[in-house]
Nanobody, 116 residues
């Protein structure tokens, strides 16, 4: 079972940028599609971005053009580059992997707050 830990969150001003990291463990990291989710208080957890490889990525409409997902398999890490941040991006961000219908556990999440 792969364990994941998110990091890189913090407080940023509207229009600012932040890069989140999610680091896994184990020898099967490359087999997983990796995904970033976020959840704000009172809202459902939503899928933000997904990546299987550099040629296969997808984004929620709300972040398309502003966020970029990438991965570094030797480092067992997936990144979320967040640009042009808005207050509505404020949430706890989580990562999770899946393959063949099986999902990893959630990581602990990292808080992103966009406020002036």
């Amino acid at each position: 079972q792969m364990q994941l830990v998110e990091s890189g969150g913090g407080l940023v001003q509207p229009g600012g940028s932040l890069r989140l990291s999610c680091t896994g463990s184990g020898i099967y990291f490359t087999l997983y599609t990796m995904r970033w989710y976020r959840q704000a208080p009172g809202k459902e957890r939503e899928l933000v971005a997904s990546i299987f490889n550099r040629h296969s990525t997808s984004y929620a409409d709300s972040v398309k053009g502003r966020f970029t997902i990438s991965r570094d398999d030797p480092k067992k890490t997936v990144y979320l580059e967040m640009n042009s941040l808005r207050p509505e991006d404020t949430a706890v961000y989580y990562c999770r992997g899946d393959r063949s219908g099986v999902t990893t556990n959630w990581g602990p999440g990292t808080q992103v707050t966009v406020s002036s």
